[in-house]
């Protein structure tokens, strides 16, 4: 299977796009926030502990990470018509378009 690749746009001219390959966990960091973890896009020092993190934030309420959680899993195994393109769009806070109901906004964070 080709490659596919996970989407994130937090501002007109702040966007990511990142192989699955280098997604390296998903958490939940408190109420309202899921962290995406990659390994680091701007090179550096392969020694250092550098990584990429795009923060999701969700709508408030119980478990609602853990919805989110899940449908960015289905959508990362997901084949058939409507995923032949290799681009999963996580996260598009200029055109809002989101993945799942309850991700409002992202934030990403390179190279920390």
């Known amino acids: 299977m080709d490659q596919k690749f996970l989407l994130f746009v937090d501002a007109e ?3 990511a796009m990142y192989p699955l390959s280098s997604l390296i966990s998903i958490t939940c960091a408190g109420d309202e926030a899921v962290v995406l973890n990659f390994k680091n896009s701007l090179g550096g ?3 250092e502990d550098k990584r990429d993190f795009v923060t999701l934030t969700t709508t408030a309420g119980a478990d609602l990470e853990k919805d989110v959680m899940k449908e960015i899993a289905r959508k990362i195994h997901a084949t058939g018509p ?3 393109d290799g681009v999963i769009t996580v996260c598009d806070d200029i055109d809002a ?3 799942q109901k ?5 934030a990403i964070t390179y190279n920390a």
């Open 102 to 106: 309850d991700i409002l906004s992202c």
């Open 97 to 99: 378009v989101f993945l």
């Open 82 to 84: 409507g995923y032949s």
């Open 45 to 47: 020092n392969a020694t």
């Open 13 to 15: 001219n702040d966007l």
